[in-house]
């Protein structure tokens, strides 16, 4: 491969970059904001996985504005800020049992131990959310 090959390849990953990056942004904005989202999970999901892809493969490409840098997208403004008590960690998604081994495996080396405990759901409707409950009534909910 030449230098100018390679120089072509960077400039199509950049490009590739920005666009999915738009359309990420775009579709959190409809979910995140309108919510009226036009693509389903699946769908966006495999927008941010061909981003983070390009991203590994060239990590020049990264900037701190990238949605692969952050949890979700913008909430509603209807809503207030919340302070989670004990921070939501974990929020990534797996697709498959080897996935799961390598994020269990991660976990476990950032504990540096491996006697945890874990529940694990499907993801029903995209959000995961803290619910506190105070003497049995909802006091506040938070993604």
């Known amino acids: 491969m030449t230098s100018t090959d390679t120089q072509r390849s960077l400039e199509d990953a ?10 990420i942004r775009y579709h959190e904005y409809r ?15 495999a927008l941010v996985r061909e981003l983070k892809a390009l991203e590994e493969q060239f990590p020049e490409l990264i900037t701190p504005d990238s949605p692969t840098q952050r949890v979700s997208g913008e909430p509603s403004p209807a809503f207030g800020v919340v302070e989670h008590r004990e921070p939501m960690l974990s929020l990534g998604n797996v697709f498959s049992g080897d996935e799961l081994r390598t994020w269990y495996a991660r976990v476990a080396r950032l504990l540096e131990r491996d006697d945890f405990a874990l529940v694990c759901e499907p993801k029903i409707d995209g959000l995961a959310m803290s619910v506190i409950y105070r003497d049995g009534a909802f006091v506040v909910g938070a993604t």
């Open 14 to 23: 950049r490009l590739a970059v920005e666009e999915l990056r738009t359309q």
């Open 31 to 45: 979910y995140y904001v309108l919510d009226a989202p036009e693509l389903g999970d699946e769908q966006f999901d």
